[in-house]
């Protein structure tokens, strides 16, 4: 009996997008604690307002973070900052090696995009998956504490 390669494929493509929307979850976590003890410890008495806007700022700021990440990570993919690492690659061969040959670098941006775009792209969808708790949690807030003022 053989192990089929395309579903043992699947089924690392289904751990790592599972792993990697816990730490995307956990890191937003973190994100979020910083905002609040931000938030709290800069105003000397704890309104039911203040605690209100704390935590909508704490949740969909967080979530915002790694909102932007993700479309960081987008573009970086889609190769609009390739021309940035080459050349910063190409100086860091040229001041640190004797001979740029010696390197792995491709002789011109040409031949690195060409081999950068050759490569398996990975999604960074996990991202949005890891966040989304948050903003959905920060706009419920808000929407009540919004029909509470009115």
Known sequence: MSINPVNEEKSLDVKGFIIGSIVSFVVTGIIMGLIILISFTS?????????????????????VVMLLFYLLNLLTREGALDILAYSFKLVWYNTFYRSIKETKLPKTYREYRELKHGQKKDSNLFLLVGAAPYLVAGLVIMIIYYSQIV
Not at 55 to 61: F, G, M, N, S
């Open 43 to 63: 105003h000397s008495e704890l309104t039911k307002e203040v605690v209100y806007v704390g935590w909508i700022d704490a949740l969909t700021l967080s979530s």
